[in-house]
């Protein structure tokens, strides 16, 4: 476990990264920081330093201050979920955070008061499919390597073109859409046969067409809905692909990643304190789209244009 010689060292780790030369060395240094309990410490300082350069909640205002604590993707990214790493830093970040809000009650006019804390994730996380598997479970890494073998094997046999098969780049497999149309093929066939032949190779639980999806062409269950509101089509691949639980396409450079509609990657916590929440606990189903509008009528002020998600029931009292 990393404890307090890990955050000792991590810190060590800043101090020789801002002394070295810049370049690779540099580089690799700096990656290292950010996988560790000292790039928490930092974040919160960062934002503290914020509060008070830019005297927020002193200024007759609503004040709005967003904190990303990427260093817990980092991590759970290479160690996963359940790793004695990942254990030790969350408990770090939770030791960070309690002594942000220590701060934060001194720094702000009210103190914690006259805040309100949201927090919560976007996203979460595969259990890692090596440990999975040797507790016993159908857990399996898929390689990148077969998912695009079957896909170009797949065209080339229907359209004498491999070609048109350019990339996997989690949850899509990419087509070259102006080789499809300078070959006077349909986009929906091809992806279609695409997903055909994905959906069969071992670790994949269903492929679908994007432009079917786009359509609405999706069972009508939870996974279905979705796998529709996965699709846009300016940012969209072409074909989405579904891995069996606790399955992950992956080189082996991290234990685990997410990006899958399964309860482990869409099951995140949602936390609200403070100014104008109720206090309690409820088991209601919500979202973090629904921080937006809550905070926007805790301020008194219509919610962004293209919010998606509701006012939560906690809210108490509007400014």
Known sequence: MWGDRYAVQSKAVFADAVNAKVGETTDVYFKNYTE?????????????????????????????????????????????????EMLDYLVATDRSFAAFLDKLDKLVPGGLESCTIAVS?????????????ALGFPARQIAEHDLLSAARAAVKSRFSNEGLVTAWVEPYVWLDRDA????????????????EAVGVVPGVASAWSASRLQR??????????????TIHPAVSGDVVVVL????????GKYATSHGQPYVYDSAVPLLLAGYGIKPGVSHARVSPLDIAPTLAALAGV????????????????GR
């Open 302 to 317: 219509l919610a962004p244009a293209t919010c998606e998600g509701k006012v939560l029931e906690c809210v108490a009292t």
């Open 36 to 84: 560790t309990p000292a790039a928490v410490d930092y974040t919160f300082q960062a934002a503290l330093e914020a509060v008070s350069a830019e005297k927020m909640g002193a200024r007759g205002t609503t004040d709005l201050l967003w904190i990303s604590v990427s260093s817990c993707d980092y991590v759970g990214h290479r160690y996963g979920p359940n790793s004695w």
């Open 216 to 229: 609405g062409q999706a069972p009508a269950t939870e996974v279905g809905h979705r796998l529709v509101t």
């Open 121 to 133: 994730a976007d996203h979460g996380v595969a259990p890692a499919p090596k440990q999975m598997s």
């Open 180 to 195: 499809i149309r300078r070959a006077g093929l349909d986009l929906t066939t091809v992806q279609d046969v695409v997903a």
């Open 244 to 251: 069996d639980p606790c399955c992950l396409v992956s080189e």
